[in-house]
Structure formats: C-alpha cells, structure tokens
C-alpha cells in the first residue's frame, strides 16, 4: 500500500511513538468494532486521523518542519486508515466458497 507524504510522516510518528501507537490501536479497533461497517469505519477513521495531524503537527517538530516548506493543506488520510485496519484488527473471515457475500 502506498501512503502519500502525510500520511507517512504520522504513520512514522506513531511507530517511533509506543504510547501514541498504543492509543490510536485502541481507538481504531474500538471505532472498528462499534461501526462494523469496513468502510465507514475507514471513512471516520480517516478524518479523525487528519484532525490529529493537525494537533501534532502544531507541537511535533518532525512534524511541524515538514509542514512548514508545504504549509498543511487537507490531505486524504484513507490510505494510512485502511493500512492501520489492516495492520491493528483480526482479518476478516473470508466468504465461503457458493456465498454471495457483498
């Protein structure tokens, strides 16, 4: 999966980061299992996911230097949102074989 700039600078932040890391596994997977739906669930993730971009990058050097050249324009963060589902909740249960599973 390829992430764009932004969305590679949080996902590098919050793995340097454990607690940072270990609030947003907690909070994905509670929104995860709240909404059920995966693409709802990505879509309040993704938002979410760029209000805290906004907040660290007002107090995270790393963060903030790199935002200062470019200045922070609304980026999508669906790619880091879907990758973070991937890599933090249980896989899904694949169909089985004959069901028309949507």
């Known amino acids: 999966m390829s992430l764009n ?28 299992k709240s ?15 760029w209000r805290y971009t906004v907040e660290r990058s007002a107090v995270v050097s790393s963060l903030r230097e790199a935002n200062a050249a470019e200045g922070l324009r609304r980026t999508s963060m669906k790619n880091l949102a879907e990758l973070l589902l991937r890599l933090w909740t249980d896989p899904r249960p694949k169909p089985k074989p004959g069901t028309d599973e949507v």
Not at 37 to 48: F, K, P
Request: proline share 2%; glycine share 2%.
């Open 35 to 49: 909404i059920g739906d995966e693409h709802s669930t990505v879509a309040d993730l993704e938002r979410e996911l």
């Open 5 to 32: 700039r932004s969305e590679q600078q949080v996902y590098d932040y919050l793995m340097k980061q454990p607690d940072e890391r270990r609030y947003w596994q907690e909070k994905l997977r509670r929104v995860a």
